[in-house]
């Protein structure tokens, strides 16, 4: 069994700061690429940042400068620092894992809330 476990929400006020974790844990062959999106209420799912084995990252454009994702293949964890934290920036995150077990497919934590609050 497969399990990607987050931690790291809470509540922060605007302006602040947190750090995300991910840690990918079972019978995983490789991990092609992990990351991180979020869905607010009544909104889809979003493509926040994804990193590769080798390192090469991808953000969306609403967190660029703001966020950094990093990882550690040794320890298959993900990591997201959020810094300028906004209002809008409230909503739950996930991590993302595009990982081979057997087959190659995507997986799922179970997300984290991050809430932006004064």
């Known amino acids: 069994q497969v399990q990607l476990v987050e931690s790291g929400g809470g509540l922060v006020q605007p302006g602040g700061s947190l750090r995300l974790s991910c840690a990918a844990s079972g019978s995983i062959a490789r991990i092609h690429a992990m990351g991180w999106y979020r869905q607010a209420p009544g909104k889809q799912r979003e493509l926040i940042a994804t990193?590769?084995?080798?390192?090469?990252?991808n953000y969306a454009d609403f967190v660029k400068g703001r966020f950094t994702i990093s990882r550690d293949n040794a320890k298959n964890t993900v990591q997201l620092q959020m810094n300028s934290l906004k209002p809008g920036d409230t909503a739950v995150y996930y991590c993302?894992?595009?990982?081979?077990?057997?087959?190659?497919?995507?997986?799922w934590g179970q997300g984290t809330q991050v809430t932006v609050s004064s």
């Open positions: 990193i590769t084995s080798g390192g090469r990252t």
């Open positions: 993302y894992g595009d990982m081979t077990i057997l087959v190659r497919g995507d997986y």
